[in-house]
Structures are given as structure tokens and as C-alpha cells.
Nanobody, 125 residues
Framework: EAQLVESGGGLVQAGGSLRLSCAAS????????IGWFRQAPGKEREWVSR????????YYADSVKGRFTISRDNAKNTVYLQMNNLKPVDTAVYYC??????????????????WGKGTQVAVSS
């Protein structure tokens, strides 16, 4: 079965860094775009970043552009999210998701097929 497992979350002070990992199994990883979303209590799930299959083209939400970097290692079936200069507003549960090929609607959770269970990121001031 398809599975995505996030790791690397934790507590960090404002201005600090974390690197999240998303380990995939049970599907053709190389043919799927991988996205990161986040959700804070009482708020809707928010798209953060995406990396395409094959060519590795990347996309970022305006709120994280210049601070976060997404990358993938197809040999390891793993996607990373390097988060620098973290802010308290980045506090959320972070989820990775998989989407076959690509989609115009990459910012909408309903258009992603597989999801991990999330990892908590907390940024203190």
C-alpha cells in the first residue's frame, strides 16, 4: 500500500532551522509530484510547497518563499523540506502528499492522492 511518513519536526526558536523528511513507499515515487502542507489548530490546511516528478521543478507559497527549500532524492524515495528563519506563524502540523504527474490545482488538498500522518513543528518567540 502507498505510504508516506514524515519526520524531523520539533521545537525551535524563532530564526532557527529544521529539515523535514518525507519517506515514500508502495507507489511509483518517481512519477509523482510531492507536496508539503501545514495545518494549525482551527485553521484550514495550507499548501506550502511542491516538487514535480522527473524534472524536479519547485513551487512555493508566498509565505515561505526565500526561507524554505524543497528537494527530492528519487534513489531514496524521499523528499525534504529545509526550513530556515522560522517564525512563530510557521507553527503547525506539516504533512507531505503525493500527486501523480502534475496538476494545475496543486494548492488544493483534494487533488492529492496520498497523505502522511504529519509531523509537528513548533516555533517559539
Amino acid at each position: 500500500e502507498a505510504q508516506l511518513v514524515e519526520s524531523g519536526g520539533g521545537l525551535v526558536q524563532a530564526g532557527g532551522s529544521l529539515r523535514l523528511s518525507c519517506a515514500a513507499s508502495g507507489f511509483a515515487f518517481d512519477d509523482f509530484a510531492i507536496g508539503w502542507f501545514r495545518q494549525a489548530p482551527g485553521k484550514e490546511r495550507e499548501w506550502v510547497s511542491r516538487i514535480d516528478s522527473r524534472d524536479g521543478r519547485t513551487y512555493y507559497a508566498d509565505s515561505v518563499k526565500g526561507r524554505f527549500t524543497i528537494s527530492r532524492d528519487n534513489a531514496k524515495n524521499t523528499v525534504y523540506l529545509q526550513m530556515n528563519n522560522l517564525k512563530p506563524v510557521d507553527t503547525a502540523v506539516y504533512y507531505c502528499a503525493a500527486q501523480p504527474g502534475g496538476s494545475y490545482y496543486y494548492n488544493l488538498p483534494d487533488y492529492w492522492d496520498y497523505w502522511g500522518k504529519g509531523t509537528q513543528v513548533a516555533v517559539s518567540s
